[in-house]
């Protein structure tokens, strides 16, 4: 609720002295969380002041009264007491933070008098963050590093709130050595909307992980604001999304209910230098060719498998554009292959060969977007597949001779589970391209005789229950649609691991039959038994 208008500048300030003096401006909580796990990394301390006649009045309204009446170190001083005194009952490895105006850091009494508030209670100090805000001016900056070499001394933390609306210079960055930096909220606010803020985000987080502290984003209040958070790296977040200041007795149970993370100096294990030196030996030694193609049909980079699959020096690939890289027709191919992925935004899978060139590649491309969503080039993966095209072709080439052996006279060899479940079978010779082991094997089924289908099954679920070899005969509709006699012969086998299976052949023996039949006639014919 705003300040009445009716209350003159005057009324106010003595109401606000009487809130500051009488400590009836309390402490509220708003949690820290961490963006990658949502667990509460800290709580932040905010200034909450509930007047008997006025109701809520916010801090916009009384802690620019405060400051120029000179009240805010000793309000600052009230909060930093009262806060540590509550927190110190409460669970969790939180911390706390509290922002502390330049002017009481400038002051040598105050400083030490700041500590004694926090060491008053049992609140360790190496959970306390002070921060101080980027746009209030710090007229003795010799003065605040004392300041800050003196609490850090003791174990607390620094961060730098608000960044980004100031002007703070490298040298102050690198001179009060922040512990921290806290993104102001105004650039959080159009996030998800707005490329230009998303850089600016962008560059503040990397400089603060090049500085090797964590970055906090304040005044996160949506879901899309969170990932894009996420995506540029971003440490902890601070707003509505994750939680409102609230009372002590609310900071407690929600310390109780929810997951706190380790109030450690900083939640990186690299620097991003590091990250990218990592990520450049990785991209360096990958047995793949890599390299990515700008909006401009340019290698904004490239290894040296992809140089040495191109054909081509590196020095003459980075920065080349395709037409200075390949011949003409080429160069046209992978021009409007890299132009169709960046309109689709499907991914493209293409084997090529080089003309003249033995070896045969799998070249995948995939559109690369910003946080915008927005094309900003191709990512291009390389794969010499040579080996497997030549094993391919070779296993084509036996394939065909079996088949060939096959249609003369099926001799098909199968194999099944101890159970009797048929696992595999020999492909047919006129079996299509790409056929499945299941349609293969009901192929084969459906060419069986329908008078002997019951009796080989009856036959085989036999064999497969007593364990004993296994012989039948049937009759097999063969691929030149005339019947042939067929014999099915199977043992079983046992594997190192003790797994069973049984191993079998269909061999043609309609020659056998015929001649059998023959030899029957005969027989009858002569009165031979």
């Given at each position: ?63 620019p ?32 933070a509290?922002n ?20 008053t ?9 002070i ?40 040298v ?20 998800a ?42 440490d ?53 060719g ?15 498998q ?37 309109d ?110 019951p ?15 296994f ?46 039949d ?12």
């Amino acid at each position: 609720m705003a300040t009445p208008p009716f209350h003159t500048p005057d009324a106010l300030r003595q109401r606000i002295a009487d809130a500051v003096c009488h400590e009836k401006i309390f402490p509220a909580y708003q949690p820290i969380v961490c963006l990658r796990t949502r667990a509460i990394h800290g709580l932040e301390v905010l200034a909450r002041w509930h007047d008997p006649e006025w109701g809520n009045v916010p801090p916009k309204d009384f802690i620019p009264i405060a400051l120029q009446a000179s009240l805010l170190p000793l309000l600052t001083l009230n909060l930093v007491r009262r806060a540590c005194a509550e927190a110190s009952a409460w669970p969790g490895h939180f911390c706390l933070a509290f922002n502390v105006p330049p002017s009481l850091l400038q002051d040598a009494p105050a400083v030490r008098l700041l500590l004694e508030a926090m060491a008053t209670s049992s609140f360790p100090l190496d959970r306390i963050c002070i921060e101080m805000t980027e746009d209030e001016l710090i007229e003795d900056e010799a003065a605040a590093e004392r300041a800050f070499g003196y609490l850090k001394s003791h174990g607390i933390r620094v961060a730098l709130d608000d960044f980004g609306t100031g002007f703070s210079s490298m040298v102050r960055l690198s001179r009060f050595g922040f512990d921290e930096l806290k993104i102001d909220g105004s650039l959080i606010e159009r996030l998800a909307i707005d490329r230009e803020s998303r850089k600016v985000v962008s560059a503040i987080i990397g400089l603060g992980h090049s500085l090797e502290v964590p970055v906090v984003a304040e005044c996160v209040e949506t879901e899309a604001q969170a990932d894009v958070l996420r995506e540029l790296g971003c440490d902890f977040v601070q707003g509505w999304l994750t939680g409102r200041p609230v009372p002590g007795d609310e900071a407690a149970r929600l310390l109780a209910a929810a997951p706190v993370q380790a109030a450690s100096p900083t939640s990186l294990t690299l620097s991003p230098y590091l990250r990218q030196h990592q990520l450049s030996s990785l991209y360096t030694n990958a047995p793949v060719g890599l390299a990515f193609l700008d909006l401009d049909m340019r290698y904004a980079a490239a290894n040296m498998q992809f140089a040495r699959m191109a054909g081509r020096p590196l020095g003459e690939i980075v920065d080349a554009h395709v037409e200075q890289v390949y011949a003409p027709d080429i160069a046209a191919w992978i021009l409007q292959a890299s132009r169709r992925i960046l309109d689709s935004g499907e991914i493209s899978r293409i084997e090529f060969r080089f003309p003249g060139r033995e070896e045969t590649f799998l070249v995948v491309g995939t559109r690369v977007t910003d946080e915008t969503a927005q094309p900003i080039g191709v990512s291009v993966v390389t794969i010499d597949i040579t080996d497997r095209k030549r094993a391919e072709d070779e296993m084509r080439d036996r394939d065909a001779l079996y088949r060939a052996v096959v249609e003369l006279g099926p001799n098909v060899l199968w194999v099944s589970g101890a159970d009797g479940t048929l696992t595999y079978i020999s492909p047919a010779p006129q079996e299509p391209e790409g056929c499945t082991m299941e349609a293969r094997m009901a192929a084969w089924y459906a060419r069986m005789h329908d008078d002997d289908i019951p009796r080989v099954r009856a036959e085989w679920s036999s064999a497969v229950q007593t364990q004993d070899a296994f012989e039948t005969r049937f009759r097999l509709r063969w691929f030149d649609d005339r019947w042939r006699w067929v014999s099915s012969r199977a043992t079983q086998r046992t594997a190192a691991d003790g797994t069973r299976s049984w191993f079998g052949v269909f061999t043609d023996i309609s020659r056998q039959v015929e001649l059998e039949d023959q030899l029957a006639r005969h027989a009858r014919g002569t009165g031979l038994p």
